[in-house]
């Protein structure tokens, strides 16, 4: 089973800063087999980004995702007051899939 | 637009049972594969089970094999999750997500993530 490490645990940003969110695994990822979503409190999860890089429908370009092998990256250029949220890494490139146990991106 | 409509959730003492049921709408419903997805309390996000477009065929996580089934019934486009044998351990918000998939790995487990969630039913293991 793969293990996915998401750093840092908590996040303390302002409005405005550029967010750098990582998510490391114990084996390579086949062909960056990954996915990020965001959650807020009571809600479900939201698909971002997919196959590591590309961005989910709707989802507005300030999100990027980067890496392959066994570091991916998720990125949030300018943050608006929405984006403060939980961020989940997910791999599917083999059973079972996994998650990270999440990032909180919290309002500094 | 795709909605997902979970139900079922509920108290049940250990060693119970619970069926949980997904209504699904938006989409061509046997077409995709679909997911359970579950929440502990204040955890993190772990897969549960996932079952085929046409039903074919099932998979589950080793925490609940032997004790969960995944159906579906795609002319009520609906999607369940029996769960037998219930421990404290499964307390959690249980989720249906729909699956978008990526080929098969190695061992020909398909390759799954979720682009639609509902709003998840919560489901607590206590006597």
């Known amino acids: 089973e793969i293990v996915l490490t998401q750093s840092p645990a908590t996040l303390s940003l302002s409005p405005g800063e550029r967010a750098t969110l990582s998510c490391g695994a114990s084996?390579?990822?086949?062909?960056?087999?990954l996915a990020w979503y965001q959650q807020k409190p009571g809600l479900a999860p939201r698909l971002l980004i997919y196959?590591?890089?590309s961005r989910a429908t709707g989802i507005p370009d300030r999100f990027s995702g980067s890496g392959s092998g066994t570091d991916f990256t998720l990125t949030i250029s300018r943050l608006e007051p929405e984006d403060f949220a939980v961020y989940y890494c997910?791999?599917?490139?083999?059973?079972?899939?996994?998650f990270g146990q999440g990032t909180k991106l919290e309002i500094k | 637009e795709v909605q997902l409509v979970e139900s079922g959730g509920g108290l049940v003492q250990p060693g119970g049972s619970l069926r949980l049921s997904c209504a699904a709408s938006?989409?061509?419903?046997?077409?995709?594969?679909m997911s359970w997805v579950r929440q502990a309390p204040g955890k993190g996000l772990e897969w549960v089970s996932a079952?085929?477009?046409?039903?074919?065929?099932?998979y589950y996580a080793d925490s609940v094999k032997g004790r969960f089934t995944i159906s579906r019934d795609n002319s009520k486009n609906t999607l369940y999750l029996q769960m037998n044998s219930l421990r404290a351990e499964d307390t959690a918000v249980y989720y249906c997500?729909?699956?978008?998939?990526?080929?098969?790995?190695?061992?020909?487990?398909?390759?799954?993530?979720?682009?639609?969630w509902g709003q998840g039913t919560l489901v607590t293991v206590s006597s």
């Open positions: 196959d590591a890089s």
């Open positions: 938006g989409f061509t419903f046997s077409s995709y594969a």
């Open positions: 997500a729909k699956n978008q998939a990526r080929g098969y790995d190695s061992s020909g487990y398909p390759r799954y993530y979720f682009d639609y």
């Open positions: 997910q791999q599917y490139g083999s059973s079972p899939y996994t």
């Open positions: 084996q390579s990822v086949s062909s960056s087999y």
């Open positions: 079952i085929s477009g046409s039903g074919g065929s099932t």
